[in-house]
């Protein structure tokens, strides 16, 4: 699952309006904001393997700190605490946690067994990346009920805060368009990649976020 994470953090601003969407989507996304970084420092690993599902070329052979369920949980309830002390409004802890769990749910629809329940647990997995037709379709459906939702609940205050939306908008379905075709030369390449990524993702959404507002 890629679209349907941000789909979520879009959707999310609806409930929280005074977190960022930056802070939304690192919510939704911190398991794999997180996991490049681990496999970076070789404490998860990562193998290409073309043709491992129909979806993608990788074998993700271990990452129990990243995208384990009850990982996630742990992560969640620090970055609630985190984002509660900064915001402190109704439903911030429990939005963030309940971000930060979604994505091993929207990961255990889409992936082969391969999901911990928690590091060194049994791993599990539906398998929905089996079929492309049907994995798009999903992301697809996730992704323009999240920006309908954040369009419905914010409005620009300026080019900034409307182009900047639509870029992102636009940039994110390219590069999930992007995971269908050839497969990355390396590990090393993946994760340099992943990183910057996330970086410009989290530093993008911040900057035209703050010049949208709540929709009257």
Known sequence: MFLGHFALGFAAKRVTPGLSLAALFLAAQFADFLWPILVALGI??????????????????????????????????????????????????????????????????????????????????LGLWSSIAATVAVEAVLYGAGLWIYMRCTRARGGVGRWGFYLLAVLLAAAY???????????????????????????????FDRRRQGAA
Do not use: C
Request: charged letters at 10%; a neutral charge.
């Open 177 to 207: 368009a992007a995971n269908f075709g050839p497969p990355p030369p390396s590990v090393t390449a993946l994760y340099a990649t992943a990183i910057g990524a996330a970086a410009l993702i989290v530093l993008w959404s911040w900057w």
């Open 44 to 125: 998860e690993r990562v193998r290409i393997d073309p043709g491992n599902t129909a979806v993608t070329p990788l074998d993700f052979v271990s990452y129990p700190y990243s995208h384990s369920l009850a990982m996630l949980v742990v992560w969640g309830v620090l970055l609630g605490l985190v984002y509660r002390r900064f915001v402190p409004q109704p439903l911030v802890f429990g939005v963030t946690l309940a971000l930060v769990v979604s994505h091993w749910v929207l990961d255990f629809v889409t992936h082969r067994p391969d999901l911990p329940l928690y590091p060194g647990g049994l791993k599990v997995g």
